[in-house]
């Protein structure tokens, strides 16, 4: 027994705005009842029919049951109340148990005017739909094949009760009260003890099934939907007596991103259904299209209650340009957007479709022009056997009693006019193999025949406990643990959310070979795959929109290799401007969203579409500055040789006694190095190349400036030496020489030594002054060493230069004084210039400064200490003798 909380009064109270016909609940222990009338008409009371379920639920939720017992129905024995104006079942047979069912067998109503002055008369149906009335059929069919088993349910007969709602909230309403209390005119005045239904099967949309749900919820009667996918209905909280043959919309809105992605389109339309179906399924969709990258141009949605919204989404669509259209919309909604396309002349846009719009039905010659090339996925064609012949034949004979077994109308007597547009369709056949969701009612009729199965004892091939008490949520519970393969091939059992396994084929619309039009399947998704195996198609076998090759929806053209897309200020991402990569940044994919920084070593290509080596510079033997170089310091070279075979040759003469002789050997020898050691800056460097270079370069030229320095001291003392009673000569002799130019070198090897010891130069890649190339130098290690080798040089060069300088006004016989102050003077000024030159010059221009620097002072001190000499020894031979530099040292002493 159940206890009456007073709180629940009120709640039912709350009813009274709800229904147009009287509504008697009965509570067995208080004994009260509550009669609901209004005068709302139908259009009014589909606004507040949620809040009539919800109100119902408050309400038997407030009945507080005693441990153990199931506060929803009578017990046996119980009075029950008969409603008055109940609607009969449209298709009825009786039996052991009962599955009840609701389709939306007629698409409306004639509305009807009210008086407010009369009893409303009950809604006229119109518009037969022929699918619905298929899959109504394939329930019976289902029903009889469970009868004529000895294995499934074996002495037990199943009967239905089959309502039509004609898309009418209010008939809904109606035939679920029916279902649940058993309200119908052969109901006995004394309950049974248990449920008048064991199941609902329906309904045929998401919205219609939630208000279902929820009403039947209190009474914990389970229903079973072949079509109503909203992702909305896997809240087992808020609909734990809820089951589905159909899958979930979660994975059916993720689906249709995966497929605008997979042909790569970016810019779409969306069109949907303003409803529980609609609503959640465009919501999953939007968000799986947003994680693919892919913009919604337009998203509109329309009541099928309002056409001045449906004219709009028109307009919406015509002046839209995105060419792919996402259609999400149920059957019936999708008859009123074809409607308005073809009123509006919209044809070649590629639309993608859900499962509710696969109707064979909706694919006539006047919507062709419309829906040709039309995508959608598809629960699957009829694939039961034998139901052609029984919809055909065997349904009429049993299911219409009106009808004598040759198929003629009875008497008026017995009654067939609310079967007339039914019967026009007797002997039609050609529509049966493409029924959608014919075969999830079969599922769903099989899955309460094996839950009843297992509740009532069966065993295979033994009788059933014909008289045991099932209650409606011993069905649940047993509902949740059915698995079964069916006879159409079907696993079917129910997840955790009461869905089945999400399962599509992919349909494309188009014509046959002989010209009939078809839903072809064209591949399929299955989300129980691992990933990357659930989508697979068939893309050679698609007819496009207008039958033309496959369209293109992009708000901007793909950017090309090379550059990067810029999103465009104010509008979607998929609106973009393709901008080129920056200098060392390349893009190798189409729409790269940004350019990859080539590695160190690398740089982009002239189309930015590839890291590429980057060119490798130093100064080669190959090329015109290396060639000219090299030119350069073998003619010094070879003069050099020539001066001192010159001076080998008249070493005997006066001119070359005159000016030291072994000084001057020493010096050419040094000159000669000096261009020579130009050459190791040429070509690539290498370590050794990179230690000989400088080191040489520094070691040659001490050498070179010491001799230099020690023919400036033997002239100054020469001079000294003339003058009486002088003693000079003896302090700075041949052997003084030897050491003084053998000690001004060692210093400069000693500091060379330390140099290579310390912090040696090593080869570089110098990556840093040019991006788009690599300078292959040598690094100098220690900066000090190489400065110190530089300074030493230039401390030799200013003390020489002071020297020379001091000696330029000596007789004209000994005028070489002059001769090494402008060699020294050149020097100085290349070497001064050089600094700056090399430190700014870039690349492989750095080491053409430094060996023009050495070629340049190599040449002032060849040719400003050694052509006077060699003038005069070729040209002017009769200079080059001792009296005449005698008389002219007498008489400029004198």
């Known amino acids: 027994m159940v206890k009456w909380n007073p709180a629940a009064e009120a709640a039912f109270i709350n009813l009274k705005q709800a229904l147009c016909s009287r509504l008697v609940l009965v509570a067995p222990d208080f004994k009260r009842e509550f009669v609901v009338q209004t005068d709302a008409s139908e259009v009014e009371l589909g606004a507040v029919l949620t809040q009539v379920h919800e109100g119902l639920a408050d309400a038997m939720a407030m009945w507080t049951p005693y441990p153990g017992e199931m506060p929803f129905f009578p017990t046996k024995g119980e009075n029950c109340h008969i409603l008055e104006n109940t609607k009969n079942p449209l298709l009825s047979k009786d039996g052991d148990v009962i599955i009840g069912a609701i389709f939306s067998i007629h698409r409306g109503t004639l509305m009807q005017s009210l008086a407010y002055t009369e009893k409303p008369q009950p809604l ?71 449920a008048v239904v064991q199941a609902i099967i329906g309904e045929s949309e998401s919205t219609p099934t939630i208000a279902l749900t929820k009403t039947t919820r209190p009474f914990n009667i389970p229903v079973i939907s072949h079509s109503s996918s909203c992702e909305c209905l896997s809240n087992r909280k808020e609909y734990p007596s809820l089951f589905r043959t159909v899958p979930s919309d979660y994975y059916q809105g993720r689906a249709l991103a995966y497929l605008v992605k997979h042909f790569g389109w970016s810019w779409v339309g969306a069109v949907y259904s303003d409803n529980d179906y ?45 060419k792919v259209i996402i259609v999400y919309l149920s059957y019936f909604d999708m008859n009123l957007l074809i409607e308005q396309l073809i009123l509006n002349n919209l044809t070649g846009y590629q639309m993608i479709g859900v ?64 079967y007339e547009d039914m019967i026009q369709f007797k002997n039609y056949s050609n529509d049966i193999p493409e029924v959608r969701y014919a075969n999830n009612a079969y599922n769903a009729v099989y899955a309460v025949a094996h839950s009843l199965h297992s509740l009532l004892g069966c065993t295979e091939n033994q009788s059933c406990e014909k008289n045991k008490t099932i209650h409606a949520w011993q069905v649940i519970k047993s509902l949740k643990r059915v698995n079964f393969t069916s006879k159409v091939g079907d696993q079917i059992w129910f997840d955790s959310t009461g869905a089945t396994a999400p399962k599509y084929d992919v349909v494309n619309w188009q014509r046959g070979v002989n010209g009939e039009l078809q839903l072809k399947a064209v591949g399929y998704y299955d989300a129980s795959l691992p990933s990357g195996q659930q989508f697979v198609l068939n893309a050679q076998d698609i007819v496009w929109a207008g039958e033309e090759r496959e369209p293109r929806s992009v708000c901007s053209e793909s950017c090309p290799p090379g550059t990067r897309k810029a999103a465009q200020k104010g509008r979607p991402i998929c609106c973009y401007d393709c901008i080129p990569c920056a200098e060392g940044e390349i893009s190798n994919q189409t729409d790269s969203n940004n350019c990859e920084q080539c590695p160190g070593e690398f740089w982009s290509n002239a189309v930015k579409d590839k890291c590429v080596l980057k060119a490798i510079e130093f100064l080669s033997f190959t090329e015109v500055m290396g060639i000219i170089l090299v030119l350069f310091s073998l003619v010094g070279a070879i003069l050099t040789v020539l001066v001192a075979i010159l001076f080998l040759i008249e070493k005997d003469t006066p001119i070359v006694k005159a000016n030291n002789s072994e000084l ?130 230039g401390v030799l060069a200013s003390i020489c230069f002071v020297l020379a300088f001091l000696a330029r006004t000596l007789p004209d016989n000994f005028n070489e004084a002059k001769f090494i102050t402008f060699s020294i003077l050149i020097f100085c000024a290349v070497w001064i210039t050089f600094i700056p030159a090399y430190v700014s010059s870039p690349g492989k221009f750095t080491v053409a400064v430094e060996i023009f620097a050495i070629l340049a002072s190599s040449f002032a001190l060849l040719f400003c200490i050694f052509t006077p000499k060699c003038y005069i020894i070729l040209l002017k031979p009769e200079l080059n003798t001792k009296k005449n530099m005698m008389g002219k040292m007498s008489s400029k002493a004198l």
Not at 703 to 732: E, Q
Not at 740 to 757: D, G, H, K
């Open 124 to 194: 006229t149906c119109i518009r037969f739909d022929l699918s619905e009335f298929r899959i109504a059929q394939t329930m019976t069919f289902a029903i009889e094949e469970i009868n004529r088993s000895s294995s499934l349910l074996p002495n037990i007969s199943v009967g239905y009760r089959i309502y039509d709602n004609c898309l009418s909230s209010l008939l809904s309403m109606q035939a679920a009260m029916a279902l649940m209390n058993g309200q119908e005119i052969t109901v006995e005045d004394t309950c049974s003890g248990q």
């Open 664 to 793: 001057s050997f020493l010096l050419l020898f040094s000159l000669a190095l000096c261009f020579l050691c130009s050459l190791t800056f040429i070509g690539p460097p290498s370590e050794w190349s990179c230690m000989l270079r400088h080191t040489a370069f520094g070691i040659t030229f001490v050498l070179c400036i010491s001799c230099v320095l020690g023919k400036t001291i033997v002239v100054l003392v020469a001079f000294r030496a003339t003058l009486p009673g002088s003693n000079v000569m003896k302090w700075f002799g041949p052997l003084q020489q030897r050491l003084s130019v053998l000690a001004f070198t060692l210093i400069q090897v000693l500091i060379c030594v330390l140099w290579l010891t310390v912090s040696p130069p090593f080869p570089y890649k110098n990556m840093n002054y040019y991006k788009e190339k690599i300078i292959l130098e040598c690094n100098l290690g220690s900066a000090l060493g190489f400065w110190a080798v530089l300074g030493y040089i």
């Open 278 to 322: 609609g609503n959640n399924g465009m919501a999953i969709f939007l968000n799986a299209a947003k994680e693919e990258g892919i913009c919604v141009e337009y998203s509109e949605k329309f009541d099928r209650s309002y056409p001045a919204k449906m004219i709009k989404v028109a307009e919406i669509v015509k002046k839209g340009t995105a």
């Open 355 to 418: 499962a509710g719009i696969s109707a064979i039905d909706l694919l006539t010659p006047a919507s062709y022009s419309v829906l040709a090339g039309t995508i959608s996925f598809d629960v699957g064609k009829l694939k039961i056997n034998g139901f052609a012949d029984y919809a055909v034949n065997g349904f009429w004979q049993t299911a219409l009693p009106c009808l004598h077994s040759e198929g003629n109308i009875s008497q008026p007597e017995n009654n067939c006019s609310k």
